[in-house]
Every structure is written in structure tokens, then in C-alpha cells.
């Protein structure tokens, strides 16, 4: 019950302001189509160099989880999904605010979503700490087994191609290896002098996640939004809290749903809510009633999304690998803060990580509270023109990136991954596994040299690495991630024609 | 899948294989070899695969990725250039303001779905444009105190 001891932190004054624009500059955000929770996230860690590290990791996890709320928002009154995490509270939802239900579907989503966020919040608090303890027990070998863990199984799983999805993680491996050896001050791959002093990582994050998303912006062209937003009528809020629980069942599919799909590496809320969707709608007695606007289809998915938040930092928190692009976001927040997280955080590093955690608990709660009286506001950014949305976020990653090290460089780089990403993406290729080659690279890397050295003077490096129970272990879930992946490829064979291509694009963007 | 596509895939994977091929030069030939040990292992997994996506390609067996189409690059070609122009000539040569100032009016402009034959419209995207420049001077340069490269203008 150590968290306890750190619930005041996220009271101070400064802290708890931070929490509020955190969670309410989220659900707004998060409103907006186009911009995901990763791409929120990564805009607005040049705003933390200023705070220290606990406020940084308040307002970052504020935004995490309130952008993945509030991306409910455009999905029910304007049938866009704010984020991929909301597609399936498009199915129920728009067509609950089309009957006039708007005002209740937008309370059940916030209702659920605050219920299942904070179960995910406390596994994090209860499983956090366990795993921390069995951390202590990995060595070199184990932790360069673990990140390369990290890459394969979002290369695997996060992609539409697997052998795609590991080469883009190759690609962010090779990145991270650029500029100097860390052990023998070698030049390595220095094409150009902006890179002289390796890749940074947040203008890298901000360029992969934001320039990609600019100029899906420009390919829609002078498209008018045609989208109108429905207006919603005021709702008692206590019909809300007794609907929700009387779809006890849907709550409770949702809720354990997203809390294990945000504990497995490289499965994100779409997939969560979508499940959580699924199931609660075969496991119905109402099963008919589901895209007919149906408050359990909403409750399902909005609890799934939001109940993966905390889990999926699990990972992060004890071993040092994101498990997913926007934990590898918050470990750059981190990072930039001179925090490295691991088995060790939570004995150097108490206050930072039990604060943060905490203020994610204290954040759920803020975001039903908000999301409700802010969901008109935001329903109304979500209309703000593509053309706005694009120079905005265009302005704010030259700026952004350029204030982590004032140096260009990081701007040349920020745009030229982003432009590149952006193409590399129209041909099947994914950020994610990137983004984590280029974090775990250098984990990876460390690990490795230090493994080899330890190698040198014991055994043989192939005993090293490839001997030992947990060794062992790690391989064998590298091998069956990308095996699993690739049996679901050619059963499933996704994406067989050029038109479930552009359908599935378009239902994601 | 029609030969653009295909055409497209196969311009798009030959590029990666050729990157990769380049790495795997580069880390086989440097020195001294216990610095390039890892991007070694690296390069080879990055020319397996990227060899594998080129070989699927040029065999029209590439199922993933919509490519882009006649409409999308007529769309973005505006758009990135101005962004290019703006990352790597105008913000470090007018000024981070000055720059992001015309660019985002140009974007704008570009961009709009409000029609250009009216002059509301263009008062309107001033306007815009000015509040941005305000905000962002305010974010940046008052708030956070980054201080922006000035050169000729702001």
C-alpha cells in the first residue's frame, strides 16, 4: 500500500492544475480526428522540459488517458471516431445520439470509461510492484532478450504484415545505432551532420507520429467536413449511473477485456474495444439490439479502452519496454528527464512513479467529471477544418522539436522520418515498431556489449544467450509471437485486395 | 492489384532493400569491428527481410498498403513542399515566426475548403493566421522561453 503514502503529491496545488489542463486539453484533443492518443502525447512533451519529472509524467498521463475518452466524443455526435480506441463506440453510440440519446450515450461512455480506467489503474498498482521485484533477477542477457522482445512482438502483432512490421523494427534498431558507439567513441552511419550526435528521440517520436498524420491531412484536399455535430439534450445523470450498472455484464466484459489486452506488448484500445465489443454483444440476451443503438455496445467498448491505459504502462514501469507506441512516448518523457524506469524505479524514484500512477487514478475520475460538461466544446473542435488542423500540428512539431536541444538538426530530422514514415506507411509499413526499434535500440545494444563481455570472460556467448530457463523463455515468446502472427496472416489473409486496404485506412484515419 | 500499386511497392521496397543493402556495406566494412558487432546482426535481419518484401513485390504479391493514388499525390504534393520549404529554408533563414507564419497562411490558403473567390474568406484566414502566430509567440517564446532562431525578420 505504498501508493497511498504519495496520494497527496497529486493534490498540490501546481500538480492537481496540471492534472486538470492535462485531462481536459485531453478529452478536447482527443475529440479531434486525426490526432491519437500517441500523437497528443508526443506534441506535448517539449511543454514538460520546464516541469520536473513528476509534473512532466502528470501531464502526459493525464493527456494519455483523457485523450482516449474523449475520442468517444466525435465518435458519438459526429460518427468519426476521435481515435482508433473508439471505432467500436461509433457502432452504438452515433446511432443512440441519432435517436436523441446523445447526452446519455456520451454519459454512459464516460461513466464506463472512468470505471474501467481506474481498474486498470489499480492492476497497475497491484502488478507493478510484483513484477518490479522479479525484474531484479534479469541480467544483460535477459534484458537484450526482452528488447528485442519489445520490437518483435509490436512488429508482429501491431501490423498488417509481419515481415513489414519486424522490418520497420529493424529499421528503428539501425536508426538507434546512429552516431557514436557508446563503448569505443566510434562514428557510425554519421551521413549528415544533423545526425552527428545520434537521433534524438522526441523529435524522432514527434515526427513519426505527427508529420504522417499532416499529410494524411493534405491527401483529403479542399475537403469540406460534412459531419454535423448533433445536438444533445440535458440528461439526468443519475439514469446514466444506474444504466451502467445495470449492464453489469457489458461493464464487467469490457473492463477485464481491456485491462488483459493492455497487459500483452503491442495490442492497443482498438483492438481492446473492439473485442470487448464483440463479446458482450455474443454473450447478450439482447444480442439484436447491438448497432441499433444500444447503451451495452457503448458501455463494452468505452470500458475496454480506457481499462487498457493502466496496463499498458505495466511493462514500461518494471522492465523498461513500452508496450505500445505511446508508453515508448511517455518512456522518452522519462528519458528526457534523466529517469531511466526498470526494476529499480520504484526504490530510486518512489515519489515519481507512485505520484504519477496515483494522478492517473485521480485522472479518471476528473475525465468522467469533465468529459461531460466539456463534450459540447469538444465536439466542436473535432469540426475545426483539416487545413487549420494540419498547420497547427505542423507548426507545433518544428517548434517542438526544435526546443528539446534548440538545435535544427532535430527539426531536419523530425521532418524527413516523418515525410518518409508517411510513404513508408502508404506501402504497409508501421510507426510503431519503429518508434520501439529506435527506443530499445540502444537497451538492446547496451545489453548486448555488456552480455559479450560477461560472455568473454565466463563461457561462450552462444551459452550465454542462448542457455538458462528465462533466456529460454524470452526466445520462445519472440519466436511465438511472430509465429502466432504469421499463422493469423495466412489464415486470415488480410488485406487480400487493394480495396480492404483503402476500407480498413479509411475506418482507422 | 492494379500495376500502379505494384509499380509503386516495388519502387517502395527497392528503396528499403537498397538502404538496408547500404547498412550491411557499411557495418561489414567498419572499423574497428567490436563497434559494428550489433548493427552487424541488425543489417542482416534488415536485408532478409527487406529482400523478402522486394522479391513479394516484384512478384505482385505485396498485400498490404493502399499505395498512393493519381488523387492523394495531386493532394499532398502542394502541401509537402510547402512543409519542406518551410522545415528547411524559410524557419532557418526568415525566422521561426516569419516562416511559420507564411506557412501556415499558405497551408491555409491551400487547403481551405471555403471558397477564395470571396473576401470574407480571406480576412477570415488572416485572422486565423494572426491568433496562431499569437499563440504560438505565447506558448514558445513567453511560456516555455525557447528562444527561435530570429535571422532576418522574427
Redesign the interface.
Known amino acids: 500500500m505504498e501508493f497511498l503514502m504519495y496520494f497527496g503529491d497529486v493534490f498540490s496545488p501546481f500538480n492537481f492544475m496540471l492534472l486538470l489542463i492535462g485531462t481536459i486539453g485531453g478529452l478536447i484533443l482527443g475529440a479531434t480526428p486525426g490526432l491519437s492518443p500517441t500523437m497528443a502525447v508526443a506534441l506535448l512533451i ?2 514538460t ?2 516541469l520536473d519529472a513528476t509534473q512532466g509524467l502528470i501531464l502526459l498521463g493525464a493527456a494519455y488517458t483523457s485523450t482516449v475518452a474523449g475520442g468517444a466524443v466525435s465518435a458519438i455526435l459526429l460518427k468519426i471516431p476521435g481515435a482508433p480506441a473508439n471505432i467500436a463506440t461509433t457502432l452504438d453510440g452515433h446511432t443512440m445520439a441519432k435517436k436523441g440519446q446523445g447526452a446519455l450515450a456520451l454519459q454512459l461512455s464516460f461513466i464506463s470509461s472512468a470505471i474501467g480506467g481506474v481498474f486498470g489503474v489499480l492492476l497497475l498498482i497491484f502488478l507493478t510492484p510484483v513484477l518490479a521485484q522479479w525484474a531484479l533477477a534479469f541480467g544483460p542477457s535477459h534484458l537484450f532478450w526482452l528488447a528485442i522482445l519489445g520490437v518483435t512482438v509490436i512488429g508482429s502483432l501491431d501490423s ?2 509481419v ?2 512490421g ?2 520497420s523494427g ?2 528503428g ?2 536508426l538507434a ?1 546512429i552516431g557514436f ?1 557508446d ?2 567513441g ?1 562514428q ?2 554519421i551521413f549528415h551532420s544533423s545526425v552527428a550526435g545520434g537521433i534524438n528521440i522526441i523529435p524522432a517520436l514527434i515526427g513519426l507520429f505527427a ?1 504522417p498524420q ?2 494524411t ?9 460534412d459531419a454535423e455535430v448533433i445536438s444533445v439534450e440535458k440528461s439526468p445523470i443519475g439514469g446514466a449511473i444506474r444504466e451502467v450498472f445495470r449492464r453489469f455484464r457489458a461493464l464487467s466484459i469490457g473492463t477485464m477485456t481491456g485491462s488483459f489486452i493492455g497487459l500483452i506488448p503491442g495490442v492497443g484500445g482498438q483492438i481492446a474495444g473492439l473485442v470487448a465489443y464483440d463479446q458482450a454483444r455474443k454473450t447478450s440476451p439482447e444480442q439484436k439490439k447491438f448497432g441499433t443503438g444500444h447503451s451495452e455496445g457503448v458501455i463494452a467498448a468505452e470500458s475496454a479502452n480506457n481499462a487498457m491505459v493502466g496496463p499498458s504502462l505495466v511493462p514500461l514501469l518494471t522492465l523498461s519496454i513500452p508496450g505500445s507506441p505511446t508508453a515508448a512516448v511517455l518512456l522518452g518523457g522519462l528519458l528526457i528527464h534523466g529517469i531511466f524506469p526498470g526494476s529499480d524505479l520504484f526504490e530510486n524514484y518512489p515519489d515519481v512513479a507512485w505520484t504519477f500512477i496515483n494522478s492517473m487514478l485521480i485522472g479518471q475520475i476528473l475525465m468522467c467529471v469533465f468529459g461531460l460538461y466539456v463534450a459540447g466544446l469538444a465536439a466542436r473542435v473535432a469540426q475545426v ?4 488542423m ?3 500540428v ?2 507545433l512539431a ?2 517542438g522539436s ?2 528539446v536541444q ?1 538545435s ?1 538538426g532535430d ?2 530530422i523530425m ?1 524527413a522520418l516523418g ?1 518518409g514514415m508517411y ?7 508501421s510507426a510503431a515498431p519503429l518508434v520501439l526499434g529506435l527506443i530499445l535500440g540502444p537497451i ?2 547496451a545489453n ?2 555488456q552480455g ?1 563481455m560477461i560472455a568473454t570472460a565466463t563461457s561462450s556467448i552462444g551459452t550465454y544467450f542462448f542457455t538458462g530457463l528465462l533466456n529460454l523463455t524470452l526466445i520462445g515468446i519472440v519466436v511465438a509471437s511472430i509465429a502466432y502472427s504469421v499463422w493469423m496472416e495466412l489464415r486470415m ?6 480495396e480492404d ?2 476500407e480498413k ?1 479509411e475506418a482507422l484515419s | 492489384m492494379t500495376d500502379r500499386p505494384r509499380n509503386q511497392h516495388i519502387v517502395a521496397s527497392g528503396l528499403v532493400a537498397a538502404v538496408g543493402i547500404w547498412v550491411a556495406w557499411l557495418s561489414f566494412t567498419g572499423e574497428p569491428a567490436r563497434a559494428f558487432l550489433f548493427p552487424r546482426i541488425i543489417s542482416v535481419a534488415f536485408v532478409a527481410l527487406a529482400l523478402w518484401t522486394f522479391g513479394k513485390a516484384l512478384l505482385g504479391k505485396t498485400k498490404v498498403g493502399p499505395g498512393l493514388s493519381r488523387i492523394a499525390i495531386r493532394n499532398i504534393l502542394p502541401g509537402v513542399v510547402v512543409m519542406l520549404v518551410y522545415i528547411f529554408w524559410a524557419a532557418p533563414t526568415l525566422g521561426f515566426y516569419t516562416a511559420s507564419t507564411i506557412a501556415f497562411f499558405i497551408l491555409l490558403t491551400l487547403y481551405d475548403p471555403a471558397p477564395h473567390g470571396e473576401a470574407h474568406t480571406w480576412v477570415k484566414r488572416v485572422l486565423i493566421t494572426a491568433g496562431f502566430t499569437a499563440v504560438m509567440y505565447g506558448l514558445f517564446a513567453m511560456l516555455l522561453g525557447v528562444f527561435t532562431p530570429r535571422e532576418i525578420l522574427f
Not at chain 1, 217 to 225: L, P, V
Not at chain 1, 385 to 388: D, E, G, L, Q
Not at chain 1, 493 to 498: A, E, F, G, H, V
Request: aromatic share 18%; net charge positive; charged share 20%.
Open positions: 517539449p511543454f522540459f520546464k498488417n504484415s515481415v513489414k519486424l522490418l529493424c529499421i534498431l539501425w545505432t558507439d563503448v569505443m566510434t557510425r552511419f508529420i499532416v499529410i491531412m493534405f491527401a483529403k484536399g479542399r475537403h469540406q467536413t477544418p483539416n487545413a487549420v494540419a498547420a497547427v505542423l507548426a518544428v517548434f526544435y526546443s534548440t535544427m527539426v531536419f521532418a515525410t510513404f513508408l506507411e502508404r506501402f504497409g509499413f538492446a545494444e548486448f556489449v559479450a489473409r488480410r488485406y487480400t485486395t487493394k486496404a483503402v485506412e
